[in-house]
């Protein structure tokens, strides 16, 4: 993860230009109809504070966290509805700990960042954190054709991750797949889960 880490912040700048003009309008549409109920909602991988910013707009509670310390400071440029809600911490050995469970989590382009031990040790400490029954959206890359080896990528087929995901505890209700928003060659899975009750 460290090498992934030192990417985002060396670009942070850049990145968080990129990103935040990407058009993720159906993306945000699936999470305001999957997260009806206005609650407290957890991000891991708050980026450039896109869709932490957008939840928050929305009327949803969040709290982020996000591994690379340059990203945070330009999203709290960016999007100043995000000073102190924002969490510094390198996943998954340092997830902090909080005073009461959330409702919901999401994660959208952060989990394919793990080695498939680290996506474990990160997924059962994830549980602890939710209420039962807890909705979670989890969107991920497949097969990336162009490696960029400044980043770890974890490729796994949708069955993969839906494997791992049983494995820990995680329900899942629907799978959406897309074609990369800025038309790169890259197939992408959105996962709609909840915690087992």
Same mark, same amino acid.
């Given at each position: 993860m460290d090498r992934t880490i030192e990417y985002y912040?060396?670009?942070?700048? $850049?990145?968080? /230009?990129k990103y935040n003009s +990407? &058009?993720?309008s159906i993306l945000h549409k699936d999470l305001l109809n999957f997260f009806k109920s206005k609650n407290s909602l957890l991000e891991i991988g708050t980026g450039s504070g896109r869709d932490m910013n957008f939840m +928050?707009? $929305? *009327?949803? &509670?969040v709290i982020g966290i996000d591994g690379s310390e340059e990203m945070i400071k330009n999203s709290i440029i960016n999007y100043p509805k995000l000073v102190g809600k924002t969490i510094?911490? /390198?996943?998954p050995d340092n997830l902090p700990s909080f005073d009461t469970k959330f409702d919901g989590l999401f994660t959208i382009a952060t989990l394919m960042h793990f080695s498939i031990n680290e996506l474990n040790t990160l997924l059962k400490k994830l549980v602890q954190l939710l209420?039962? *029954?807890s909705l979670i959206f989890i969107s991920v890359s497949g097969y990336r054709g162009n490696k960029n080896s400044n980043r770890f990528f974890l490729e796994l087929s949708k069955s993969e991750w839906v494997k791992i995901? /049983?494995?820990n505890n995680f329900i899942v209700i629907d799978v959406k797949e897309n074609q990369d928003y800025t038309g790169r060659n890259i197939n992408w899975f959105s996962f709609f889960l909840k915690t087992k009750i």
């Amino acid at each position: 993860m460290d090498r992934t880490i030192e990417y985002y912040n060396n670009n942070s700048q $850049n990145l968080c /230009e990129k990103y935040n003009s +990407i &058009d993720l309008s159906i993306l945000h549409k699936d999470l305001l109809n999957f997260f009806k109920s206005k609650n407290s909602l957890l991000e891991i991988g708050t980026g450039s504070g896109r869709d932490m910013n957008f939840m +928050i707009e $929305n *009327g949803f &509670d969040v709290i982020g966290i996000d591994g690379s310390e340059e990203m945070i400071k330009n999203s709290i440029i960016n999007y100043p509805k995000l000073v102190g809600k924002t969490i510094l911490a /390198e996943l998954p050995d340092n997830l902090p700990s909080f005073d009461t469970k959330f409702d919901g989590l999401f994660t959208i382009a952060t989990l394919m960042h793990f080695s498939i031990n680290e996506l474990n040790t990160l997924l059962k400490k994830l549980v602890q954190l939710l209420k039962l *029954g807890s909705l979670i959206f989890i969107s991920v890359s497949g097969y990336r054709g162009n490696k960029n080896s400044n980043r770890f990528f974890l490729e796994l087929s949708k069955s993969e991750w839906v494997k791992i995901f /049983e494995n820990n505890n995680f329900i899942v209700i629907d799978v959406k797949e897309n074609q990369d928003y800025t038309g790169r060659n890259i197939n992408w899975f959105s996962f709609f889960l909840k915690t087992k009750i």
